[in-house]
């Protein structure tokens, strides 16, 4: 992410928060080199998180002009790692490394000019008269050529499932090991439930969920919403379709969600420091369980100009490339609202806790068969519970009453959403 331009024309590349419940992150590779030029979207790096690995993408157009810590490197949210140029001022790049006016040498304290650093050889890390790294020298990370190289995340992972590392083969640069070469759940090794609950994942999903509980005042909202139609319209659409391309009910409820929304601002931003911002756009995070023990939240991003036929490729789309580990940054740090889902084999109903700094979530219980009450006669429809968890300092139940109600109008017809 970048941040607090530092010149007129620097801005400051930073390690991003990719969610409220992430503290630190390990740069895994640069995919940019000084010079280069890059347009907003680009993949600039892989940092890796609790989560996986995540691609991490400029934020601005522009020119990079130094990197100022190399692979692998643990860092604090907010740590400056690099520094670039905006489009359309002059581009300044360093020609030393160092900030551009102090030395740059080894953890050992050798010089070590970057420019004459062979690209093939073992990657070393600067020591730059930089602010951070001359707080945190224990940041450093000094790799030799026989050392295997091992991110702290997989590290941890694998000490606590007993995999031994000389075991695994490593696809990150240089042959490290990442969290996504560490085998999930090896029979062998499987551990006890009380090893999961000490995971980094379980740890951060604890601390994000404990600081919304702790801060932001939930009020909750519970409708059964009759899918008998929209579940016969989705059976005739799918009937021709191969099983890959078929739509799902998941998708429907989605976009009908973004079609909602912004008659809903109230229900739509986030909240920093008890002030409340909405938003223009309507981008969905979505729950996704990673590995039976863990949850991602990448977003659908602007949902609301997206078509049926879109959210439900966005939803595939995002859901294989979080079970991969191949994220983007914006994707899990742009969500507006969230949507969870407890799936076919759940309950019948979920009650979610907000996801900070959004204000609201979404929660779907199990579709089911239910008795209802169509013209004034008993018979037998599918039913959805869905719920509402929204934070009362910006909305009241009224409110979150009307959009629920709104919501099951619009599933009475979902060909509008085609």
Not at 51 to 69: N, P, S, W
Not at 238 to 258: F, K
Not at 270 to 286: L, T
Request: aromatic share 2%; glycine share 6%.
């Amino acid at each position: 992410m970048e941040s607090n331009q530092t010149s007129p024309n620097l801005i400051d590349i930073t390690m991003p928060a990719l969610g409220a419940d992430m503290r630190d992150g390990t740069l895994i590779e640069w995919q940019v080199k000084r010079g280069d030029k890059v347009a907003k979207g680009d993949i600039i790096a892989v940092i890796e998180t609790s989560k996986g690995a995540i691609d991490m993408e400029a934020y601005h157009d522009g020119t990079i002009t130094e990197l100022l810590v190399e692979p692998i490197i643990k860092l604090p949210v907010g740590s400056v790692m690099a520094r670039m140029t905006a489009t359309g001022t002059e581009p300044q790049v360093a020609t030393s490394p160092a900030l551009g006016t102090t030395d740059s040498t080894t953890a050992t304290g050798k010089q070590t000019p970057a420019d004459t650093r062979q690209a093939d050889s073992p990657p070393t890390v600067r020591v730059e008269r930089h602010p951070y790294l001359a707080r945190h020298p224990s940041a450093l990370v000094q790799p030799s050529p026989s050392r295997q190289l091992v991110s702290p995340a997989a590290r941890l992972l694998a000490s606590q499932q007993g995999i031994m590392l000389s075991g695994l083969t490593g696809s990150g640069p240089n042959g490290a090991i990442l969290l996504r070469d560490v085998p999930a759940k090896p029979e062998q090794h499987a551990r006890h439930d009380i090893k999961d609950k000490s995971s980094s994942m379980r740890q951060a999903i604890s601390d994000a969920m404990s600081m919304s509980k702790q801060q932001i005042p939930h009020y909750y909202l519970a409708l059964d919403i009759d899918l008998s139609i929209a579940k016969a319209w989705l059976k005739q659409l799918n009937q021709h379709r191969e099983p890959e391309q078929r739509l799902l009910i998941t998708a429907v409820i989605i976009a009908a969600i973004a079609h909602q929304l912004p008659r809903y601002p109230a229900l739509n931003g986030s909240c920093h420091d008890g002030q409340f911002v909405p938003s223009k756009a309507i981008h969905i995070g979505n729950t996704i369980s990673l590995r039976d023990e863990g949850l991602v939240v990448p977003a659908i991003l602007d949902a609301d100009q997206r078509n049926l036929e879109q959210v439900m490729a966005s939803l595939r789309e995002i859901t294989e490339r979080a079970r991969r580990g191949r994220l983007r940054s914006s994707e899990l740090t742009s969500a507006t609202i969230t949507v969870t889902s407890i799936g076919e084999r759940g309950a019948d109903s979920l009650i979610g806790v907000i996801y900070p700094p959004q204000v609201a979530i979404i929660g779907l219980g199990r579709l089911r068969k239910a008795p209802i009450v169509s013209n004034d006669k008993l018979c037998v429809g599918d039913v959805m519970t869905v719920t509402l968890s929204a934070d009362h300092r910006v909305s009241d139940g009224l409110t979150g009453s009307r959009f629920l109600t709104a919501l099951a109008k619009q599933l009475q017809h979902p060909e509008d959403l085609l």
